[in-house]
């Protein structure tokens, strides 16, 4: 069987050295096709992204997140984060995660005096860059023009990646292309780009040193380097145990909880990496079975109809970095199509499978697969990202955006809030909190425990029916929490900007409660009309005597 397999992948490289022997010269058509098909995307995404900033469908903890960061980088500061995990400025971010090469954009920041909105046309002009590099390896494998693009929209209309290409600003809008780019160093030989490559790589990622490990081996087994590839590996391997063992708990003079999972059971991304010996296996084996981890990996591989990229496995070693981080968390989000952490996994399918379908024997059996993946892939974007895609249209075919009117009402709540010192703890919304972001002690009110949401000063709110989010997630206003603050005398509201609310502490109403009231009582009756908030009769029986001011009242027909 090891003889069978050493042979199988000594014709697979055989097979594409000659193919590397007659791959077509790149032309000029070749440049005005990528370069189009560039400006498509980009132009898309654009308008994409726009809508959904406008259209308050982003998380406080992504892109307010880092928008925080690098409002605190493109001031000389080291970069702290009160709006992600765990909601304090006590833990510095790299400490959380170590990514310095995303503040490379941190001047661009400072240059556009911190307006968001730069972030969103940084994101989309790097990320989609990861199709010039993909197109090249395609055409490298001798695939045709058409057969390169078809590649291409395997890439990008795969869930995994689509949704990474519509996020916000993060380590993958980085990683994303430079994955892609180091494929391409590989395959023509480009050692010095490849180093140069491989050392981005670990500054893009904390678990990147895996990856960097997976790309020396593949450099050994393409140019039968082994010597280098090895080296390579060793390296990678070796800042991967120093950045989890001593670079990212100096940076917070201890170990950041959500890696370490003791302080945050179950909430832990790399606790496998911290468990003693004896355990670890444990670990491993309750999270390799677990059926959310095996579906995960049915839904990786499924896409790609298992066995082309399993056929071409050795071009799959650098997406065990991501692969053994998303599967073996104990987290649910990173193994979701909605979120961006598998991004540079899809890219490795990808390249995995051209490189195999480009040795098939039967050509025309080739055609049909990478036919048949194309359609899988279409089909899978169609049903996981047409309700998203109509939810958050482009700007002009939105009919309910109003956003002209709702940013006059925003920046009136941004100007008050630029009024108050930067040591008040200000509560925000979850999905308002990323244009307010750019602040000191800022919080999101529904994520902190009770007792840090009654030590805020301050509390803003946008007071509007359900806002889907880009993972086609309804976001509720967290009415019960206004109501509370409404009724408690110690607050007062001190903007009502209609949908836009501020309450602070110690201030005085300068608008009547009863409209804002009846404003919340409105909202909460037409979310349970939706189906997507409970009945209050149901809240009331929930009750406890401890919170009676959390029940929202039924209106009256005349309300």
């Keep these: 069987m090891k003889k069978n397999s050493f ?28 370069g189009g098909i560039y400006s498509v995307i980009v132009l898309y995404y654009l308008l994409q992204s726009f809508s959904i900033y406008y259209g308050y469908a982003y998380a406080s903890g992504d892109l307010g997140a880092f928008v925080q960061i690098l409002w605190y980088a493109g001031q000389w500061h080291i970069p702290l984060s009160s709006l992600s995990y765990p909601y304090d400025l006590t833990t510095p971010w790299l400490s959380f995660h170590f990514s310095p090469l995303i503040f490379i954009f941190a001047p661009l920041f400072r240059l556009a005096h911190f307006h968001i909105e730069i972030l969103l046309v940084i994101h989309v002009l790097v990320v989609s860059l990861v199709v010039i590099p993909v197109y090249a390896v395609c055409r490298r494998f001798g695939y045709s023009r058409p057969g390169s693009c078809v590649w ?9 990646a689509h949704y990474n290409l519509t996020y916000s600003l993060q380590e993958n809008t980085i ?26 790589l670990l500054l893009t990622k904390e678990h990147m040193g895996a990856a960097v490990a997976g790309f020396g081996l593949l450099w050994g087994w393409y140019h039968r380097e082994w010597g280098f590839g090895w080296l390579t590996a060793l390296i990678g391997i070796g800042f991967f145990i120093a950045v989890f063992t001593a670079i990212m708990p100096w940076f917070g003079a201890s170990i950041h909880p959500m890696l370490l999972g003791k302080e ?56 065990g970095a991501d692969f ?34 480009a040795t098939w024997c039967w050509r025309k059996t080739a055609l049909y697969i990478q036919g048949a993946i194309c359609v899988v892939i279409l089909i899978s974007f169609l049903l996981y990202t047409g309700r998203y895609i109509q939810q958050n249209a482009p700007l002009f075919f939105r009919h309910d955006m109003e956003w002209a009117y709702q940013s006059e009402a925003r920046q009136k709540a941004s100007a008050y809030l630029n009024t108050l010192p930067q040591e008040m703890r200000v509560g925000v919304q979850g999905n308002v909190g990323y244009f307010l972001a750019k602040r000191s002690n800022i919080f999101p009110s529904t994520s902190v425990s009770p007792e840090q949401v009654m030590e ?38 001190v903007l009502w900007e209609d949908p836009w609310i501020i309450i602070q502490k110690g201030k005085q109403d300068i608008v009547d409660k009863e409209t804002i009231r009846k404003r919340v009582r409105q909202i909460f009756m037409h979310d349970v009309m939706l189906g997507i908030r409970e009945d209050p009769r149901v809240l009331v029986d929930r009750q406890t005597t401890e919170s009676p001011s959390a029940v929202i009242p039924t209106p009256s027909p005349s309300q």
């Excluded at 007071?463 to 007062?492: C, F, I, K, W």
């Design 7 to 34: 042979i199988f992948f000594k014709n697979l490289h055989h097979s594409l050295s000659e193919l590397a022997l007659h791959i077509p010269i790149w032309t000029k058509r070749d440049t005005l096709l990528i």
């Design 152 to 160: 291409l929209v395997i890439l990008l209309c795969n869930p995994f």
């Design 175 to 200: 990683a994303m292309p430079l994955f892609a780019f180091a494929y391409w160093t590989v395959v023509t030989g480009r050692k010095r780009w490849f180093l140069l490559t491989m050392l981005l």
């Design 264 to 319: 945050a059971e179950g909430f832990s991304r790399y606790r496998w990496i911290y468990e003693p010996y004896p355990q670890i296996l444990q670990v491993f084996w309750a999270l390799i079975t677990h059926p959310v981890n095996l579906g995960y990996l049915g839904a990786l591989l499924g896409f790609f109809l298992v066995f082309p990229p399993i056929a071409a496995g050795i071009f799959l070693l650098p997406a």
């Design 324 to 357: 053994l981080a998303n599967y073996l968390s104990e987290l649910s989000i990173p193994k979701k199509p909605y979120v961006y952490h598998s991004a540079n996994i899809i890219v490795c399918l990808v390249v995995a499978s051209a490189a195999f379908l």
């Design 456 to 493: 805020m000063d301050v509390f803003v709110y946008r007071l509007s029916p359900y806002t889907v989010t880009r993972a086609s997630h309804p976001v509720l206003v967290p009415l019960e929490q206004v109501h509370m603050l409404l009724n408690n005398l110690d607050y007062g509201v």
